[in-house]
């Protein structure tokens, strides 16, 4: 009988241990599930992260390549540019020399036409756009603003390539 006795004290003792066991099981579960949905959410916020890096990481690919292609076109204008200056420098220079055969008289002779050649109101229009950078170029804009600018023929002799842009 104590052999009994001892097997079921042993057999209670276990049970208890197990009863302890299987309450602290069952908060570690508990924890488990509340740290598997905390891994769960960290998981899908990386996977959001991750997706919105790469379509960052596209948009930025894309912009540089697009920057490339503007550097090169950049550099392909400047290049058209500096040879357009180029070309125009001598027509400039001769522009100039033909500035020193212009009397102011004939300045106001042009100035006196009611109805001038189109060549004439060409020529002038584009003095006007150069000179004053208005946009009215109509006769009656350009005799007040233009030729009736008595320093005319010295503000042309002083006009610098470089300085002029397109507007």
């Known amino acids: 009988m104590i052999r009994l006795e001892a097997g079921l004290g042993q057999l209670t003792a276990a049970a208890e241990a197990t009863d302890i066991l299987a309450k602290e099981l069952e ?4 924890d488990i599930a509340e740290r598997k ?3 769960e ?3 899908e916020t990386v996977n959001i992260q991750s997706i919105e890096v790469n379509e960052q990481a596209a948009v930025a690919k894309k912009t540089e390549e697009e920057l490339v292609i503007s550097s090169a ?6 290049a058209e540019a500096a040879e357009a200056v180029a070309r125009a420098e001598p027509a400039l220079q001769a522009a100039k020399k033909a500035l020193e055969k ?12 009611a109805n001038p050649h189109q060549a004439i ?3 002038t229009g584009i003095c006007l756009h150069l000179m004053v950078n208005a946009a009215d170029d109509t ?3 350009v005799k ?4 009736g600018n008595m320093r005319l023929v010295d503000d042309m002799k002083s006009i610098k390539m470089e300085d002029i842009t397109k507007k």
């Open 27 to 30: 908060i570690q579960n508990a």
């Open 37 to 39: 949905t905390d891994v």
């Open 41 to 43: 959410a960290i998981i």
């Open 73 to 78: 076109d950049i550099s392909k204008i400047a």
């Open 102 to 113: 212009v009397d102011k008289k004939e300045i106001g002779e042009i100035k006196s036409l």
């Open 121 to 123: 109101k060409d020529v």
């Open 139 to 141: 006769w009656d804009v």
């Open 144 to 147: 007040a603003k233009l030729l």
